[in-house]
């Protein structure tokens, strides 16, 4: 319940601070005074976009602050709590500021804020209802979603909105993954293929050099041994050879030694340097033994480094970049195997996802069924008290078609959700759209409106000027009806009829006036001999004509509820 309101430096609002109470309130005026002004400022409070251009001629910011009960609602308590906002005697403070150069600030208690966070927690204590904002009930969307708050089926929608939305994502990958498979199978076939070739290649770590080692040998054979047989004949025992001249060598060394024992020293060196040349020459006639000039060796090296230096071409610059190659393919093959396996995981959860998302539509849907009995009947019965008392009011669920013609569910659900009126005898129901009449508009809205905020936890309502293109009997009847609505909520309304404002629990008036050559707009509470002037002025634009103030008095008398003090 909005409790109290100040302004300041808002449009021709200087400085002003509206008390608002239980019940019905209402603020009346002269066309121009600035209640619309008033409204604009609760907007801003509500989170509506704020515009700098409405801060009052001389000032550099507005100010906005309201003093909300929060106390009987435990969805706003809820959110606070959430938020770490913590109320003070059951009440909070929103405050705004509006800045002309620059970004503004937002408080909820002393906690700064976003709008988004304004809207969100006062859309749980407040329901504004403007002039025209009947035409939104002409959309399906927001039929849909009147119902569904009627009958506390938000969650469940919302639910089964997230639930679809998965699905879809679901679907598009496994769409993606089916647009994907001609490319898949393309590249498990080039892999496979890769593997296979450098498999039966049979390849080694190092085998590209040995293999040009030993191609290098067998292309010189030749050379080579010649310069093995040169070797032999200068080192072999034969006369020519070292190690025949070494053996002479080694006896003459002995006979030194024993004249001078001193040179025994270089006598071992000598020794060993014989037995390490002797086996060298052991060695390389060895090596000479088992070489053999094979051609077609030759051809083998060639042809297998061929196949190596093609392989390199195609999969690496070594036989162990290729090799690495082939176990990364290997790998992504693996890998790749699975996809048939993803795909039918993919089928299988799609198919349950559809399931879920079926029996929470049909759920729901039977909700809604409930929702929409019991929701015709009360919005019926308003709308006998609302001046229609031979209107036929219904809410029509279908079964949603595809494009196809097919029944489907969508994020919404299964039904197509209509609200249909016939407002006169003998005409069948027909979509709200096809009504012509404002007036009646505003009726069925006001109707439905008050059947669904008696359904939740809103404190309070505002209606703005909603009773344009009313008058006589219907004015009456949507005065009375605003009247009892009070009873169990908080009404604030703007209204330029006196049959509504005459039932109202405190009056507020809008006043436009000029001081020091500026203009103002002033707000204060009305009652007794003022109220009286102010019924009459609604009545008849004259507030001090005796028949005019009779008449307002008689009004009084006859709708309010004791607050007229005599």
């Known amino acids: 319940m909005l409790e109290e309101l100040s302004v300041q430096n808002y449009a021709l609002i200087d400085r002003v601070t509206v008390k608002f109470g239980e019940g019905f309130n209402v603020l009346t005026g002269e066309t121009g005074a600035g209640k619309s002004i008033l409204i604009g400022a609760l907007g801003l409070l509500l989170g509506a976009k704020g515009d700098p251009e409405s801060i009052r001629t001389g000032a550099e910011e507005s100010v906005v602050t309201g003093v909300v009960q929060v106390g009987g609602n ?11 906002i913590e109320p003070e005697e059951g009440s909070i403070i929103i405050r705004r500021v509006m800045k002309r150069g620059g970004r503004g600030s937002l408080f909820i208690q002393s906690t700064p804020a976003t709008r988004a966070d304004l809207e969100a927690i006062t859309a749980l204590l407040f329901d504004v209802h403007g002039q025209h904002e009947h035409q939104s009930l002409l959309d399906p969307d927001n039929q849909r979603m009147l119902l569904d708050r009627f009958g506390d089926n938000e969650v469940l929608a919302a639910k089964l909105f997230g639930d679809f939305q998965d699905l879809s994502g679901v679907k598009k990958r496994y769409e993606k993954m089916l647009s994907s498979e001609r490319t898949q199978l393309r590249e498990m076939d080039l892999l496979s293929f890769a593997v296979k070739e450098i498999d039966e290649a049979r390849l080694r770590p190092g085998e590209e050099e040995e293999l040009e080692q030993e191609k290098l040998i067998l292309s010189q054979y030749e050379r080579l041994y010649t310069l093995l047989e040169t070797f032999h004949e200068n080192t072999s025992e034969s006369k020519r050879g070292s ?51 094979r051609p077609d060796r030759l051809a083998e090296c060639e042809d297998r480094l061929t196949l190596i230096h093609r392989l390199e071409k195609k999969y690496g610059s070594s036989v162990d970049e290729v090799l690495k190659y082939a176990d990364e393919s290997r790998d992504q093959l693996a890998s790749m195997e699975t996809w048939q396996e993803d795909k039918e995981k993919l089928q299988r959860e799609i198919a349950e996802r559809e399931k879920a998302v079926l029996q929470l539509a049909q759920e729901l849907s039977a909700r809604r069924k409930e929702s929409a009995g019991r929701l015709t009947a009360l919005v019926q019965e308003r709308l006998g008290a609302l001046g229609m008392p031979k209107g036929v009011f219904s809410v029509e669920l279908k079964r949603r078609l595809s494009e196809e013609g097919k029944p489907s569910c969508g994020p919404h659900g299964i039904d197509q959700i209509e ?10 129901p027909k979509p709200l759209r096809s009504i012509a009449s404002g007036g ?20 309070s309502l505002i209606f703005d000027e909603i009773d344009t293109g009313i008058g006589g009997e219907v004015a009456v009847a949507v005065g009375e009806h605003l009247q009892e609505l009070a009873r169990r909520k908080q009404v604030l309304c703007i209204t330029h009829l006196a049959t509504i404002a005459a039932r109202a629990d405190n009056h507020l008036k809008v006043e436009k006036f000029v001081k020091d050559n500026r203009t103002y707009t002033g707000v204060e509470s009305v009652s007794e001999e003022a109220r009286v002037k102010e019924i009459a002025r609604m009545l008849a634009g004259d507030s001090l004509g005796e028949v005019s103030l009779t008449h307002a008095q008689e009004m009084l008398r006859r709708f309010n509820r004791g607050t007229l003090r005599k």
């Open 243 to 293: 190690l025949s001249a070494l053996r002479e060598a080694r006896s003459a060394m002995e006979g030194i030694i024993a004249i001078n024992p001193e040179l025994a020293g270089l006598a071992k060196r000598l020794e060993d340097a014989f037995f390490e040349i002797e086996d060298v020459v052991e060695e390389v006639h060895k090596y000479q033994l088992g070489v053999q000039f």
């Open 74 to 84: 435990p969805q706003a308590l809820a959110w606070l709590k959430e938020h770490a």
């Open 419 to 428: 609200l249909l009126i016939s407002a006169n005898p003998g005409e069948p």
């Open 440 to 459: 009646e508009l505003s009726r069925i809205m006001l109707a439905i409106k008050s059947v669904i905020a008696e359904a939740d936890q809103i404190g």
